[in-house]
């Protein structure tokens, strides 16, 4: 399965169509977690997807608007209900944080999905591509690369004053010429990521260097009166820059993920817990900056259609093993270039570390966890 990010490019008449759509979906979803709950509080009845999904019919007649929306999208928002409580139930038999579902304030429902029909794609008399989804219309789209596959589901999303089509397909791998090289990969702070064949990525810090300009805009923000329009604009504003430092982010990191998968066959990665890592307050935002487990993420779902390896390893003392003799040299974050008294080998810390993290997961035995 892929996914495919367009660009829509929908009039006035059709922007307040979709948000129509987007509200009456959220007050359905709002309303079949409180059925829920009601019906299990008084009754101890649990409903379930089919039960919420037979009255749909009576629902459409006792309040119109949602006859304007197609029917699979509203059965594809109980079955988003019906998935969240499914969650809850599986956590809480997991002696996990359970999270039960909550209600979804004003603008915090952004997407509806047509799971089967209800949605096509064609070219106009201009050349231009149009997406026709059932009871809102045609709608100009920016196609900017080929969908390959079989089309599964359309999702529409809104971001900010932005609206997006995710196409789903399903179709067969592309597997890439073989390289017969390897590499292990330690992802830092100083050095976003450094491979044992001695390659540093830099880390570009998107947060941190926009961290002036939206300390600026959310003191501003601060300063507003609450439920003013001036509010509303400076919180649209603060929002774009932080939607911006996203997409930065996410395109530096595809970037960085599709060079790995373009030139190794196999991908050494340490098996970080990152959550635990988060702890730590002083390190916490540069952390979450550098993004290390949507990086691996992305080079893990890349690596399984391009027909790589990744593999995970235990990261213990990675870093303080010598490369050169195995023998273990105790050293400070602060030291970042390692020494070995006993076989004299001099090399840059994070290059060291890499270099243990091939040998470990090439190593029979050595690997934790393989993707691909």
């Not at 749909?56 to 608007?65: A, C, D, G, R, V």
């Not at 699979?72 to 956590?91: C, E, I, M, T, Y």
């Not at 209600?103 to 096509?120: E, I, R």
Request: aromatic residues 10%; proline residues 3%; positive net charge.
């Amino acid at each position: 399965m892929r996914t495919y990010k367009y660009r829509l490019c929908p009039t006035k008449y059709q922007v307040q169509l979709l948000a129509d759509t987007l509200e009456s979906c959220r007050a359905l979803y709002n309303c079949a977690i409180e059925q829920r709950k009601l019906a299990y509080r008084q009754f101890g009845v649990s409903l379930n997807y089919y039960s919420q999904a037979d009255e749909l019919k009576e629902i459409k007649e006792y309040f119109p608007e949602y006859k304007q929306v197609h029917s699979q999208v509203l059965q594809d928002v109980l079955k988003r209900v019906d998935k969240s409580f499914q969650n809850f139930f599986r956590r809480l038999k997991n002696n996990e944080k359970p999270g039960y579902p909550r209600f979804k304030g004003k603008g915090w429902y952004n997407s509806f999905t047509y799971p089967q029909s209800g949605f096509s794609l064609s070219n106009n008399s201009k050349g231009y591509q149009r997406i026709k989804l059932s009871k809102i219309g045609n709608i100009k789209a920016k196609l900017h690369r080929v969908i390959q596959g079989q089309i599964k589901t359309c999702t529409i999303k809104r971001e900010l004053n932005n609206w997006y089509v995710c196409f789903s397909c399903e179709g067969e791998p592309k597997y890439l010429p073989k390289t017969n090289k390897s590499v292990g990969v330690d992802v830092g702070l100083e050095k976003f990521a450094t491979l044992s064949d001695g390659t540093m990525v830099e880390n570009p810090r998107y947060l941190r260097q926009s961290e002036a300009k939206l300390k600026c805009e959310q003191r501003k923000l601060s300063r507003t009166k609450k439920g003013s329009n001036s509010r509303k604009k400076q919180k649209t504003k603060l929002a774009k820059m932080h939607l911006k430092i996203k997409n930065q982010r996410n395109d530096f990191l595809h970037k960085e993920s599709c060079k790995l998968i373009d030139n190794y066959d196999v991908i050494v990665f340490e098996d970080l817990q990152v959550k635990n890592m988060v702890k730590n307050h002083h390190l916490a935002k540069s952390i979450s900056d550098a993004s290390w487990s949507k990086f691996i993420g992305y080079t893990s779902y890349k690596a399984e259609s391009a027909g790589r390896k990744v593999i995970f390893v235990n990261p213990r003392n990675t870093s303080q093993t010598c490369s050169g003799c195995g023998v273990i040299v105790k050293k400070s974050l602060s030291v970042r270039v390692h020494k070995c008294p006993h076989c004299g080998l001099v090399l840059d810390r994070d290059i060291n570390a890499a270099i243990n993290i091939l040998r470990a997961g090439t190593a029979p035995g050595g690997a934790m966890a393989v993707a691909g």
